[in-house]
């Protein structure tokens, strides 16, 4: 280009004029001068054009590579990690890739994985302490540009950082629920011994009382004290039996075993275990006025109508009503405990 425009400047503008012809020497000095000068200033241009075209493609690179990192800070999720990074991979190579976890049985890869069977380059997912696993891209013997490959590397060094963040936290997390858990463990014994110790003492003294004096006590006296006795071993069985239900919930061991039951026998069995404990409260039960007969697991069902009584007289003040209703609601039976205590704050609530 340079030179087409000397040559033109002598054939319009130079004496003589029309003709690629030069007599004067100033005029080739002079020629000469704008030769350099257009072979210079068009270095640089292109130069110059050439920068510009790296700054963008480079600005462009930045923009994706943060984006792509600003992503992967806001994933949770092993799968859903994984999948992000094999989208963002196909999105900006236009190549399938697949992603494999030491350990981890299960292979993650995107869908046009099946169509794509020429393994090309493999990178290792490095985590903080380990590598965690590869990626694979499967571009063949294509040859990967610039921008491409730093998407791939950039990828699979997000997908470490961000695997490992998640392995972190479900570690932190495990940790977390061995302390509740050992916290409640511990809480539990505390009311466990609590509990037992009432009833313990009962039992201590009545059944003292009975060997020490026996002889001295009335039929009647030693028929009270043996009922005391039934009725807190009765008591002590039950709660026994809450402690190994509550074990095998925890364990996913707990099993129903329904049978026709009537619900005036359940019910009548439930308030038969409460006389001790209701301790001048009156316990209105209202049933319904035909007999209902329905598949239950009865042994559970009082269990749970004798725990929720229980409880109702632990929060209610003495010489108040406990009422148990049982109502029919379309094709079920509902049991229902009310009482009169202060009720659950709406803090815990």
């Given at each position: 280009?340079?030179v ?13 004029r ?9 005029d ?8 350099v000068?257009a ?6 241009t292109s ?24 992503d992967f800070?806001?994933i ?11 989208k963002?991979?196909?999105?900006h190579?236009g190549?399938a890739s697949?992603?494999i976890?030491?350990g981890?049985d299960?292979?993650?890869f ?5 169509q794509?069977d ?10 903080v302490?380990?590598?965690?696993g590869s ?7 294509d040859?990967l540009?610039?921008?491409?490959e ?8 997000q997908l470490?950082?961000?695997l490992?963040?998640?392995?972190s936290?479900?570690e932190r997390?495990e ?5 509740e ?13 609590h509990?037992?110790?009432?009833p ?12 020490d004096?026996f002889?001295?006590?009335s039929?009647e006296?030693q028929?009270k004290l ?5 009725e ?6 039950n709660?026994?039996?809450n402690?190994?239900?509550?074990t095998?919930i ?10 026709d ?17 209701l ?9 319904p006025?035909e ?9 559970l069902?009082v ?9 109702a007289v ?5 010489e108040?009503c406990i009422?148990?209703k049982v109502?029919?609601?379309g094709?079920?039976v509902?049991?229902e405990?009310?009482d009169?205590?202060n ?7």
């Amino acid at each position: 280009a340079s030179v087409a425009g000397v040559v033109l400047f002598d054939f319009f503008f130079t004496e003589p004029r029309y003709a690629f012809l030069i007599y004067s020497a100033v005029d080739v000095m002079l020629l000469l001068f704008f030769l350099v000068t257009a072979v210079v200033s068009g270095t640089i241009t292109s130069r110059l054009q050439k920068q510009i075209s790296i700054s963008h493609q480079s600005e462009l690179t930045a923009r994706l590579l943060y984006k792509v990192a600003e992503d992967f800070l806001h994933i949770t999720g092993k799968r859903n990690i994984i999948l992000r990074g094999i989208k963002y991979i196909y999105d900006h190579t236009g190549y399938a890739s697949r992603v494999i976890l030491d350990g981890d049985d299960q292979e993650y890869f995107s869908e046009q994985y099946a169509q794509s069977d020429r393994e090309g380059l493999t990178i290792p997912i490095q985590g903080v302490a380990k590598q965690m696993g590869s990626l694979t891209l499967y571009c063949g013997r294509d040859e990967l540009t610039f921008q491409q490959e730093l998407v791939v590397k950039t990828v699979a060094t997000q997908l470490g950082a961000a695997l490992d963040r998640e392995y972190s936290y479900r570690e932190r997390e495990e940790i977390r629920v061995a302390m509740e858990r050992e916290r409640l463990r511990s809480t539990l014994l505390r009311s466990v011994a609590h509990d037992l110790r009432t009833p313990l003492t009962a039992l201590t003294g009545a059944s003292s009382l009975l060997t020490d004096k026996f002889e001295q006590l009335s039929l009647e006296e030693q028929k009270k004290l043996a009922a005391d006795i039934s009725e807190e071993m009765i008591w002590l069985a039950n709660f026994v039996e809450n402690i190994l239900n509550m074990t095998r919930i925890g364990e996913g061991q707990l099993f129903l075993h329904k049978e026709d039951e009537v619900v005036d026998d359940v019910v009548n069995e439930a308030t038969s275990h409460m006389s001790r404990i209701l301790k001048n409260r009156h316990l209105e039960v209202s049933l319904p006025n035909e007999v209902i007969s329905l598949p239950m697991d009865g042994k559970l069902v009082v269990q749970v109508l004798v725990n929720l009584l229980d409880n109702a007289v632990k929060h209610t003040p003495l010489e108040s009503c406990i009422d148990l209703k049982v109502g029919i609601l379309g094709n079920d039976v509902v049991f229902e405990v009310c009482d009169n205590g202060n009720g659950i704050a709406e803090d815990i609530m």
